[in-house]
Nanobody, 122 residues
Framework: QVQLVESGGGLVQPGGSLRLSCTAS????????MGWYRQAPGKQRELVAG???????KYGDSVKGRFTFSRDNAKNTVYLQMNSLKPEDTAVYYC????????????????WGQGTQVTVSS
């Protein structure tokens, strides 16, 4: 059973830092894409940062220069280092992955983590 396991959220003061991690656990063949989205109350879910199948990393405009996305392929894990946090970064952060479960082309699915709360407040 494949699942995404997230960790690292919490409460931090403005200007502070947090690091999120997400691991794709279980048996899978490969990772096509993996990244982070966030959803604040009353707003749509938006891309924060992620990597596509070609290895290209993309950031949302509001986090460029403050957040850094990285991955550890051997551990099927991605990280999001969040620096210079602002109150407007407050949201539930969700890990997403496009996973190839077996070598069969059709055995490809989207997965979402359970979400981790990030609150930036003094």
């Amino acid at each position: 059973q494949v699942q995404l396991v997230e960790s690292g959220g919490g409460l931090v003061q403005p200007g502070g830092s947090l690091r999120l991690s997400c691991t794709a656990s279980g048996s899978l063949f490969s990772i096509n894409a993996m990244g982070w989205y966030r959803q604040a109350p009353g707003k749509q879910r938006e891309l924060v940062a992620g990597v596509n199948s070609g290895g290209r990393i993309k950031y949302g405009d509001s986090v460029k220069g403050r957040f850094t996305f990285s991955r550890d392929n051997a551990k099927n894990t991605v990280y999001l280092q969040m620096n210079s946090l602002k109150p407007e970064d407050t949201a539930v952060y969700y890990c997403h992955a496009d996973l190839q479960i077996t070598v069969v082309a059709s055995d490809r699915y989207d997965y979402w983590g359970q979400g981790t709360q990030v609150t930036v407040s003094s």
